[in-house]
């Protein structure tokens, strides 16, 4: 292979990484987002289990007076995608966070550099968000561009709606409170499945629109805390394995049991590409 490699003149190989960077770059919003490293798949918040460092390099911590408010996902250099019900004043957002006790981050032999704190300059509500909850998804933009290295990465958001897969397994991270009513330190991360909407209709007593996902397990769930979070699924392309955004956490029943209510991502896709393009990336 490595003779064969060798054999290709070097132009011809930097074209066909130009031509993949570019099919990268039509499928998502930002290029050679959803990297991480594999997060150990045996380990399947409530009742969720800690994620492994650098797993979900996308994660958003949202902060007021040193507290947590709510979770965020990385989407550009320059923006964060929560949810409309997190919006407050005085937020701060920290990139590069996994264990809120620690600064830097280890697990094992491994480190990562001191998270990274950033103020926030625009927060933008989508226009149809109320108190009913449904189009619960916001956009901050930061006081300054995000540096990407292994431990701070760009989530992928899909360009085309229809093409977004139609998984039934998902996966949630957050430091949100667990089953003792206490917020995590270090961040969480659960698997879930995606449930038909009626079924959040007939559980939760409140009307569900297509712009939302219904997703639970028995006995696993998101919580407060969690809200403005990922929903997730990974997909291979171009031969790399991706995280796809597919919701943000919302809201679900009082006591934090299964299911809960995700805003449904790609159907947003056209609003937050028109938020970033208005105000500036």
């Not at 074209?15 to 960077?21: R, S």
């Not at 995000?146 to 093409?163: D, K």
Request: glycine share 8%; charged share 15%.
């Amino acid at each position: 292979m490595s003779t064969f490699l060798a054999s290709i003149p070097f132009y011809i190989y930097m074209c066909v990484c130009l031509i993949l960077q570019e099919e990268v770059a039509a499928q998502f919003l930002t290029p050679n987002c959803g990297l991480s490293y594999e997060p150990n798949m045996a380990t399947r918040i409530v009742h969720g289990k800690e994620a492994l460092l650098k797993s979900a390099p996308f994660m958003a911590y949202l902060y007021n007076n040193s507290k947590l408010h709510c979770g965020g996902t990385i989407i550009s250099n320059r923006y964060i995608l929560t949810a409309a019900h997190c919006m407050r004043t005085y937020l701060k957002v920290r990139l590069g966070e996994h264990d809120v006790t620690r600064n830097p981050d280890c697990q094992g032999i491994s480190c990562s550099p001191p998270v990274e704190e950033f103020d926030i300059v625009l927060a933008t509500k989508y226009k149809g968000f109320d108190g009913s909850l449904a189009n619960d998804i916001a956009l901050l933009k930061l006081s300054r561009l995000i540096r990407f290295n292994a431990h701070i990465q760009p989530i992928c958001l899909i360009l085309n709606p229809a093409a977004a897969p139609n998984v039934q397994e998902l996966q949630a991270f957050g430091w949100g409170y667990n089953e003792m009513g206490q917020s995590a330190n270090v961040l969480q991360t659960t698997f879930l499945v995606r449930y038909a909407l009626n079924y959040c209709r007939l559980m939760l007593e409140r009307p569900i629109t297509v712009n939302q996902l219904c997703v639970g397990l028995k006995g696993s769930d998101t919580c407060s805390g969690d809200s403005g979070g990922p929903l997730v699924t990974k997909v291979n392309y171009d031969g790399v394995w991706r995280y796809l955004q597919l919701g943000i956490v919302s809201y679900g029943d009082a006591f934090c049991q299964s299911p809960g209510v995700y805003t449904y991502v790609p159907h947003y896709i056209r609003w937050i590409q028109n938020v970033m393009q208005t105000n500036g990336h």
